[in-house]
């Protein structure tokens, strides 16, 4: 008997439609089919710590500030930082490549793929005549563009939430070119979005700081109980989720990074035991903006001559993995290759053609399991 056509229709409908929620699928170029389930996660918390190289943070541990501008390992204590990285999987190949504008380019860059900011905006706020806002597509509008959500966690945030922008000093050390997201227009300009970035902590662990190296070991760190607060409720997390320590716990002002060191042990097994991370699909990328110390001595020791590579790291629960344990890959990566990880998850389309959307730019998959827990 003849199968009537609008049956083979229907079978068809299916067909296609199985195909397209178990496949990664680009119409053709500049048409993307979104995936509302990611391929490797569905929620992922990036971390940008500041200004050291992988040596500095990773190898062999010292007492802290025993170090010297001879060094040839870790600048203090690194308990953690080898801990995680051994644990997890560790890219030993990851630099910044050309990117301009010291930290706050790095932060522009894993957020847009836009290399070249302006320098002067490291020194001027966003949105004054020595920094226009910048109006490049980024990470924000894509992820809004195709459904997911997103939030922006800053430790020592004198807002509950909002784009705020100006250096806060003690108690709160936070830097506004540590904030990527209120450089961009359609954010710094929209109350909307700017209520997506919010205080990581509900109080200041450092609260006073003589110089700029007071603040260092031995001081107590943050406990970010805020942003734990929303790892710790399904409902309250986001896909995408961008936390930017203070000053003090990213090793920003403290060449010897036994304090971020303690930083990370005190917060980031928090965020790995949470509930998001031991029952949903979510990925922990931890990085470092540049590779060269803050400070030169006399108010700190002077760090040794830095390498390009910087300590990088994707993480997970062990119990509900979605990153591979106890991987190290040589292969070259950069800001970019974090951005493609995120955008190539969701099969989101790249920002920038020559940068993230550039062949030669590869995105981060080894370090992920095809097929995570559900």
Sequence with gaps: MRTPIIS??????????GALANTTLSVSNSVYIPLTVGRWFDYVVVIMMENHFLNNTYGLSVLPNSWNSNSKT???????FNLLANSNGLAENYTIDSIQAGSLGDYIAIT???GNTNPACNSNPPGSGGCT??????????LENFGLSWKAYMEGYTLQSGCLNSDQGPPYYYRVSHNPFIYYKDIHDNMARCSNIVNANSHQANQTRASDTSVCWPQPVD???????????????SNYMFL?????????????????????????????SSALFMTKKAALFVTF?????????????????SAPQLYTVWASNSNNPTTVPGFKSLNPYTHYSALKTIEDNWNLPHLVPSTDGSPSTQNMQEFLRSNPNP
């Design 244 to 272: 930017t320590p203070n000053t003090a716990d990213d090793a920003h002002d403290c060449n010897d990074v036994s304090l971020s060191n303690a930083w990370m042990n005190r917060v980031i097994p928090q965020i790995l």
């Design 133 to 142: 806002l910048l109006t490049n597509q980024n990470i924000v509008d894509t």
């Design 112 to 114: 847009s793929g836009f």
């Design 74 to 80: 870790c600048l203090g204590n690194c308990t953690y």
């Design 223 to 237: 406990d970010d109980d805020l942003f734990l607060k929303d790892l710790n409720s399904v409902t309250s997390a």
């Design 8 to 17: 083979f229709l229907f079978l068809t409908v299916i067909l296609v439609s």
């Design 289 to 305: 903006d540049e590779p060269d110390c803050t400070f030169t001595a006399p108010t700190s020791p002077p760090c040794p001559s």
